[in-house]
């Protein structure tokens, strides 16, 4: 057991560094303002991506064969450390250097591979993920939308609910249901600019651009975007989420969004308080909590270790601290979601739903212990 | 960056854990105390060399922490952190042991003082070694399950060896990574205890570990367990004060909520001696306010983090303004970054 970051892995984070402060230009920050899911970042990141994959920064991990340079998967988290650090410069492009890519490489037809895989690794194109239905959250085989077989296309009716980026977006990785029994879901590749698609944003209290409403009219796709076989969706799924669950480097940010908090209670003149200071403390107790889990995480699948629920043991460590640290806004900086510091407010505000979007906090406990901690399955 | 043992650290661990497991059953007529040194396991830690790994070659600080976290598997107590881990960081000396820490009143009881040989205390600018003799020691009845001790005279501190005010702040480091390490291994055996009772004990025609009430909040308790053994790895592996700080606050403020619903699960059993599970929660309860507890440790965080409370206060600003300065772009200070974007609204 050892805890140092190779000489390499070091170099590879100043690498990273030095690319963020040459490339991101002089109003990044005003951009970021805007928020991850705004039009203006997802735009942004239409151009900061094929950037940073030219410098060989988009997909390092990825084998050399999809476009990547087969690096190891620390890679991915150092990047993604920075980046956050930095205000996610890639958009939602995160989602499909992080699941959709690992996903349509291990299920994908030679053709998916060639048309996605290239174009995700040279960051030009915007994905969304169509899982969620409103009558389909947690329990996601309950989902509705409907895909038939005629002829030479699949024909797609239903509607997806809390779509992130999905009004920008040029693909969805979509799932609907190809049969009765209740696991009989595929997965399908859809061109967001079909004929019948149609995207409706609505207001909320997360961050912009999270919140949309897809239907799906009477929409054709072809046979040969299905992803693996028909009514055997759930395993690419399971697959996918397996990489997308992994989460955030939520303490990255956290504690940079903690250090402005800090500061701006230094210069009131408020940070003396013992209160105040203890339970600042204890939220960089919680933030380095998630991060050396997610050390752990990493470690593991760096080794292949089999199957752990480590990773939703750092799920919901992250939350925790995500959670005390928005509580610290709340009762010292409320004004933060008032016209005050919109460095505080965003990271307020994107996670107001980390405990809810990709597999809530109680599913989370549940696989916990079942599977962790072997506990029957009951009531 | 590996965060599975090596295989020196694996036989380590393993040999410790079979001499442990002779001692995972109290002698019988101890089946029903509230707490048992055990003197022969202390013996067997000694003279195995598991207390040296600090002074070994090739071993470390993290060594020791691992035993730490394993000696505390067993329901005997015996004590490892000060002589493994916080003695080796402040002296050459090798001190009589078993070896007591103090700060604070000197007249109250302390944990292990009535076993002890040798007392470390921190007097503020200082850390004091004390000789301690037996018969100026009164055993203190207690529910924690450490053997607790009381001067019945308070030593004379003008004979006690000073090691400098240097030897302070490791002091307070180390015994704060001792601390989170015990407390790592005692909360894991109680977690893995309560499950095992919940996966036995029936109610309502099922086993209590069906309910989603107690498997949520046993989730937490293990996510607790494990977060605080890997907190306290890394901060036995990298000697930073700050993970120091940030293993024992994370276990200490978490020792109320393990030791609510750890209890709640076993039931009226629970309150049993006879039931074993005191031996775990009442020695980290015990742990719960040592070295000024979670707020404590919060304190020094935020002290190392964002200097003292006296000190002058220059305001830190998050990478992006920084960086946007550098670049000579519109330096932004709080409150101004403000968009009107409507969307947002
Ligand atoms: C901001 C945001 C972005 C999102 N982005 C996407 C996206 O891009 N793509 C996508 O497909 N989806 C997305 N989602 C949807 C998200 O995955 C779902 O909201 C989530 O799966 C929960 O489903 P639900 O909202 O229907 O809650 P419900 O399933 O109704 O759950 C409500 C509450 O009940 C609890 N609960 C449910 N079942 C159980 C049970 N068996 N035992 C105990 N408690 C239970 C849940 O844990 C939760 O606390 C997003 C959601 C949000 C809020």
Redesign the interface.
């Known amino acids: 057991m050892e805890f140092a970051w190779t000489e390499s892995q070091q170099r590879y984070r100043e690498q990273v560094a030095t690319f963020l402060e040459d490339n991101l230009p002089d109003d990044w920050f005003d951009t970021y303002c805007h928020g991850l899911g705004s039009p203006q970042q997802i735009d942004y990141a239409r151009i900061f991506c094929p950037k940073l994959a030219k410098a060989g920064l988009l997909t390092p991990q990825w084998p050399a064969e999809y476009g990547g340079r087969d690096g190891e998967p620390w890679e991915q988290f150092i990047l993604a450390e920075e980046l956050w650090s930095w205000g996610e410069p890639r958009g939602p492009q995160y989602m499909n250097v992080n699941w959709i890519g690992p996903a349509l490489m291990r299920f994908g037809t030679a053709e998916q591979k060639a048309e996605h895989l290239s174009r995700i690794a040279t960051g030009e194109v915007i994905w969304c993920q169509g899982f969620s239905e409103p009558q389909a959250g947690t329990d996601l085989a309950a989902l509705q939308t409907k895909a038939e077989r005629i002829g030479d296309h699949y024909l797609i009716n239903g509607m997806k609910i809390w779509t992130s980026y999905s009004y920008k977006a040029d693909w969805c990785f979509l799932l609907a249901r190809t049969g009765p029994e209740r696991k009989a879901i595929s997965c399908f590749l859809v061109p967001m600019n079909s004929k019948g698609v149609s995207v409706v944003p609505f207001p909320g209290l997360p961050e912009y651009g999270h919140l949309n409403e897809v239907f799906f009219e009477d929409v054709e796709v072809p046979l040969g975007n299905l992803v693996g076989e028909e009514g055997k969706g759930w395993e690419v799924i399971t697959y996918a989420l397996s990489y997308e669950r992994v989460g955030l480097p939520r303490y990255h940010w956290g504690r940079k969004v903690l250090d402005t908090a800090v500061a701006q209670l230094q210069a009131e003149g408020r940070f003396d308080d013992p209160m105040v200071r203890a339970h600042a403390g204890r939220i960089v107790s919680k933030f380095e909590a998630a991060r050396v889990l997610t050390y752990l995480v990493v470690d593991q699948r760096v080794k292949r270790t089999p199957d752990t629920t480590d990773p939703n043991v750092q799920r919901i460590t992250a939350a925790d601290a995500c959670c005390e640290l928005m509580n610290f806004l709340m009762e010292y900086l409320p004004d933060c979601l008032s016209g005050g510091e919109r460095y505080l407010e965003l990271f307020y505000r994107h996670n107001i739903p980390a405990t809810i979007a990709a597999g809530t906090y109680e599913l989370q406990l549940d696989l916990i212990a079942q599977r962790g901690l072997t506990l029957p399955r009951g009531r | 960056?590996?965060?599975?043992?090596?295989e020196d650290?694996s036989m380590l661990i393993s040999a410790l854990q079979s001499i442990l497991d002779r001692y995972r059953e109290l002698p019988s007529e101890h089946r029903r105390d509230r707490s048992f040194y055990s003197l022969d396991l202390d013996n067997q830690l000694l003279t195995n060399g598991f207390l040296d790994a600090v002074r070994t070659p090739g071993m470390g600080a993290?060594e020791a922490a691992?035993v730490i976290a394993e000696a505390a598997t067993a329901p005997v107590s015996v004590e490892v952190g000060a002589s493994a881990l916080i003695a080796p960081h402040i002296t050459d000396a090798i001190l009589p042991r078993p070896i007591v820490l103090i700060s604070g009143d000197l007249g109250k009881a302390q944990r292990y003082l009535n076993v002890a040989k040798t007392a470390l205390m921190d007097v503020g600018d200082d850390i004091l070694v004390i000789a301690v003799e037996a018969a100026n020691v009164e055993a203190v009845d207690t529910i924690y399950a450490y053997p607790y001790g009381r001067f019945i005279t308070p030593p004379d501190l003008s004979k006690a060896q000073r090691l400098g005010k240097a030897a302070v702040a490791p002091f307070r480091q180390w015994s704060r990574v001792a601390l989170a390490a015990e407390c790592a291994g005692l909360m894991r055996t109680a977690v893995d205890f309560t499950?095992d009772y919940?996966?036995q004990r029936r109610m309502f025609g099922?086993?209590l570990?069906?309910?989603?009430a107690?498997?949520?909040r046993?989730?937490?308790c293990?996510?607790i367990a494990?977060?605080?053994h890997?907190?306290a790895?890394?901060a036995a592996?990298?000697g930073d004060p700050m993970?120091a700080?940030?293993?024992a606050?994370?276990a200490q403020?978490h020792i109320q909520k393990l030791t609510f619903d750890l209890h709640q699960f076993n039931g009226g059993m629970g309150v049993t001696n006879e039931h074993k599970l005191h031996f775990w929660t009442y020695r980290f309860r015990a742990l719960q306010s040592e070295l000024g507890g979670?707020?404590g440790?919060?304190?020094?965080?935020?002290d190392l983090?964002?200097g003292p409370?006296e000190a002058p206060?220059t305001?830190?600003?998050?990478?992006?303004?920084e960086?946007?300065r550098?670049?000579?772009?519109?330096a932004?200070t709080?409150?101004m970054?403000?968009?009107l974007?409507p969307?947002?609204t």
């Open positions: 960056m590996d965060l599975e043992l090596n650290q993290l691992l499950v919940v996966k099922t086993t570990g069906t309910y989603q107690v498997q949520h046993l989730a937490q293990h996510q494990r977060a605080t890997y907190l790895m890394k592996w990298s993970d700080s940030a293993a606050c994370f403020q979670a707020n440790a919060a304190h020094e965080i935020a983090l964002w409370v206060r305001p830190d600003t998050p990478a992006l303004r960086a946007a550098r670049k000579g772009g519109a932004k709080p409150g970054a403000r968009h974007d969307a947002l």
